[in-house]
C-alpha cells in the first residue's frame, strides 16, 4: 500500500493505492547482492481479508513452485501484518516445502518515513537462501528476526519490533551484512501432517469465545447454533471460564462439538488435566487461541476424529 504522505503511518489502507509487487520491488531493488529474484503474482487482499480459500490456494502455489522451479533456493511470501502469523502457521501445518517458505511484511509503507519495508524484504531474501533455513518450516522475518510460525505473534499495533515469539524467544537474526545467524533449534520437522486440508473448499466452522468477568454463554450457544464444529474457550488465566461459560461448553460438548480450552495469558500452557477430561474438554497447551483455531480448522479438514485431533494437539 501507498502511504499519501511521509508520515502516514496509520490510514495508508484509505489511499486506494496499491502497487503490484513487481513495482515494489523494482523501486527497492537492488536488496541483496548475489540474488536474483523471479517475481511471482498472486494476489492483492488487504491482510484482514484473507479467509480459508486465500490460504489454501496459497499453500498449493507454494508447493506448485517448489516442485517446477528446481534451481529456487527459497520463497518469500510478502504479506500485510494483521494476520501474517495465522497464514505463516497454515502454511506451516499443510506445506512440506523442500525450499525454506519466509513470510514478510512491513509496519509502514515503503514511500513513508522510517519504513522498515526494504530492510524487512532484505533480511528475509536473505533467511530464504541460507541453507540453514531449509530445515525450519515456515518462518517469519520481521525487524531482522527469524521467528517460527508456530510462536510469532503481533504484540504491537504501529511498532517497528511488534513481532514476538514469547516464551522461547525467535529462532535467530539477520546480520547487517545479510548473514543469517541461527541461535536457536526447533524438534524434528513435520512432514506436513495436515496436508489433507489442502482438499477441503469449505471450511469446517471453527470459533472463538472469550471469557470475562460474567460472561454468559450466549456466544457459545450461538456458536453451536451456526453450526461450529469446534470452539476455543479463550479463559481468564490460567484457563478457566465463567460458572455460566462452562456450563454452555459442557452443552456443546453433548451436541458433538469438540472443545479445547486455552487462556488469554501470553506465556505458559493450559495442562492436560482432570478439569477438563471430565468435561470432554481438551486442553489446548501453550498454542495461542487463533492459532489452535486454525489448528482445529485444518485437523477437521483434513478428515481426522476429534479424539486423534485431542491427541495431535500434544504434539504441537
Not at 493505492?17 to 511471482?40: F, H, K, M, N, Q
Not at 500485510?80 to 502469523?85: D, M, V
Not at 509503507?109 to 528475509?124: E, F, I, K, V, Y
Request: hydrophobic content about 45%; aromatic content about 6%.
Amino acid at each position: 500500500m501507498v502511504g499519501r504522505s511521509p508520515y502516514d503511518w496509520v490510514e495508508y489502507g484509505e489511499s486506494g493505492r496499491v502497487r503490484s509487487v513487481d513495482e515494489v520491488v523494482g523501486e527497492l531493488a537492488p536488496l541483496l547482492e548475489g540474488v536474483e529474484l523471479e517475481v511471482v503474482s498472486f494476489r492483492s487482499v488487504a491482510s484482514t481479508g484473507i479467509a480459508w480459500r486465500d490460504w489454501v490456494e496459497l499453500a498449493r502455489l507454494v508447493r506448485n513452485l517448489a516442485a517446477t522451479r528446481p534451481d529456487a533456493h527459497g520463497i518469500v511470501i510478502t504479506h500485510g501484518t494483521a494476520s501474517l502469523e495465522e497464514t505463516a502457521w497454515f502454511l506451516d501445518l499443510v506445506v512440506r516445502c523442500p525450499l525454506p517458505v519466509v513470510l514478510v511484511g512491513a509496519q509502514r509503507p515503503p514511500n513513508t518515513a522510517g519504513s522498515d519495508a526494504a530492510p524487512n524484504l532484505r533480511a528475509a531474501l536473505a533467511v530464504a537462501v541460507a541453507p540453514a533455513a531449509r530445515d525450519l518450516g515456515v518462518v517469519v522475518a520481521m525487524d531482522n528476526y527469524i521467528h517460527c510460525a508456530r510462536d510469532v505473534r503481533k504484540t504491537s499495533n504501529f511498532a517497528l519490533d511488534a513481532f514476538e515469539s514469547g516464551e522461547f524467544g525467535p529462532l535467530g537474526r539477520v546480520d547487517p551484512d545479510g548473514r543469517v545467524v541461527l541461535r536457536r533449534s526447533l524438534p524434528n520437522a513435520r512432514a506436513a501432517p495436515l496436508a489433507a486440508a489442502l482438499a477441503c473448499d469449505v471450511p469446517p466452522r471453527v470459533d472463538l469465545a472469550l471469557s470475562y468477568a460474567g460472561a454468559d454463554g450466549t456466544a457459545i450457544d450461538a456458536f453451536v447454533r451456526a453450526g461450529a464444529r469446534a470452539l476455543v474457550s479463550v479463559g481468564m488465566p490460567p484457563g478457566r471460564c465463567t460458572p455460566a461459560e462452562r456450563a454452555a461448553l459442557r452443552g456443546a460438548v453433548a451436541a458433538g462439538v469438540l472443545v479445547v480450552q486455552s487462556s488469554r495469558a501470553p506465556r505458559g500452557a493450559v495442562v492436560t488435566q482432570q478439569y477438563n477430561r471430565s468435561d470432554g474438554i481438551v486442553s489446548g497447551g501453550d498454542l495461542a487461541p487463533n492459532k489452535l483455531r486454525i489448528f482445529l480448522m485444518a485437523a477437521l479438514g483434513a478428515g481426522l476424529a476429534p479424539a486423534a485431533i485431542g491427541e495431535m494437539l500434544h504434539d504441537f
